[in-house]
């Protein structure tokens, strides 16, 4: 990840907004991820297996607050660190080029053995491969890349609720391997058992999700152009903040309910389409709070820089507590403790990279993608 030191007061006040939206996203993510990491991963997208109120109200809360906005939120920063890349690149003289497709390899590996071994909903392939696209818009003026990102997420709100209407062609035989690998099986039972999973939904989550994820990046790429990343008070900000975040809110969590307690597929749709308003208002609200703090939350905020090894590690800690080969407890907790792990292994992972981060500069896994990404090009 890029790292934004801070020397003055304007490039502090840049810093905020970036960490910010990375440490509202993860958490966001996490809640989301564990719903499939706790629970099977098979069923119908359109009809929630809930075995208690509490677990109705959790599934109601997830969809209505978190169900592809915290993606959206983590799509945007892509954009933005594709913007910070190049200020970067050409600060020391680098070739830009190379230092972008050396970063969508580093990407492209990393979210193929976390897939396949891991979580089968990685998003790392996706921005790889269409980070690649990203790349051939990284000249275009602020007005082209937000008609652009704009025409993209109305195509999202159009095409993502389709995903509720494929067949489900499921085997009952994968669905009993499902169990077995991530009740009774060992680690490598569970890898095999994602690895088909990924192979299989991987393409489809290109296409489907792989238009959302351009359009944000390039509103991620424009808020860098623009200056608007640097400044949290910037009127467009104001204006998301007060046009999107309340009816996106609103008609977020009316949709979530009817998926809960009514309708079911009109319900998804709804709360599907309207992903990409209810995430323009967020970004208006994360920028209404992106201010200077004090010393706690400001390591909290740059230990929360450290997103990749965040993401990988929810990935890895979650699935070792609910598979067979870790504390098993997959199916064996109900929703709402599933969903409180999945907060708390957050929390703890954010805490050790606080510390790991008074030694080194970068996370783990963000060093890993630096050596990659720089690479043969003179850098480091």
């Not at 997208?45 to 809930?50: G, R, S």
């Not at 809360?61 to 906005?69: E, I």
């Not at 009993?176 to 890898?191: T, Y």
């Not at 393409?203 to 400044?231: E, H, R, T, Y």
């Amino acid at each position: 990840m890029i790292q934004v030191r801070t020397v003055t007061t304007q490039q502090s006040t840049r810093a905020l907004m970036p960490d910010y939206l990375r440490l509202i996203a993860l958490f966001g993510i996490v809640v989301v991820n564990v719903q499939y990491m706790a629970f099977s991963a098979l069923q119908d997208l359109a009809e929630p297996v809930v075995s208690s109120f509490a677990d109705a109200v959790t599934l109601f809360l997830v969809h209505g607050l978190a169900v592809l906005k915290t993606y959206g939120l983590f799509s945007f920063m892509f954009g933005v660190g594709l913007g910070f890349l190049m200020r970067a690149s050409q600060r020391r003289g680098l070739s830009f080029g190379k230092v972008y497709r050396n970063r969508m390899i580093g990407l492209l590996l990393l979210g193929l053995a976390h897939g396949l071994l891991f979580f089968p909903g990685d998003i790392l392939v996706i921005y790889a491969v269409t980070g690649s696209i990203l790349y051939l818009f990284r000249d275009w003026a602020v007005p082209r890349l937000v008609r652009v990102g704009a025409i993209l997420l109305i195509v999202q709100a159009i095409i993502i609720p389709a995903l509720l209407f494929l067949p489900d062609e499921t085997p009952a035989a994968f669905r009993e391997f499902e169990r077995l690998a991530l009740v009774d099986g060992s680690f490598v039972d569970a890898a095999t058992f994602r690895s088909i999973g990924f192979a299989v939904t991987v393409p489809v989550f290109v296409v489907f999700q792989g238009v959302s994820a351009l359009g944000w990046f390039c509103l991620g790429l424009a808020a860098v152009k623009s200056g608007m990343i640097d400044n949290a008070d910037h009127p467009l900000w104001r204006r998301a903040r007060h046009i999107c975040l309340l009816p996106g809110l609103a008609l977020s969590l009316l949709g979530a309910a009817i998926w809960q307690w009514g309708a079911a597929l009109p319900g998804a749709a709804l709360t599907m389409s309207i992903a990409p308003l209810a995430t323009l208002g967020y970004l208006g609200g994360i920028a209404a709070i992106a201010r200077p703090t004090g010393p706690f939350m400001a390591r909290v905020l740059r230990a929360g820089g450290s997103s990749l090894s965040i993401y990988l590690g929810q990935s890895i800690v979650l699935t070792t507590i609910f598979s067979g080969y870790g504390f098993g407890l997959w199916e064996a907790v109900d929703r709402v403790t599933a969903t409180l792990i999945a907060i708390a292994v957050t929390v703890a992972l954010i805490a050790l990279l606080s510390l790991w981060r008074l030694w080194f500069r970068q996370g783990p896994f963000e060093m890993v993608l630096r050596r990659i990404t720089y690479a043969g090009t003179g850098g480091c």
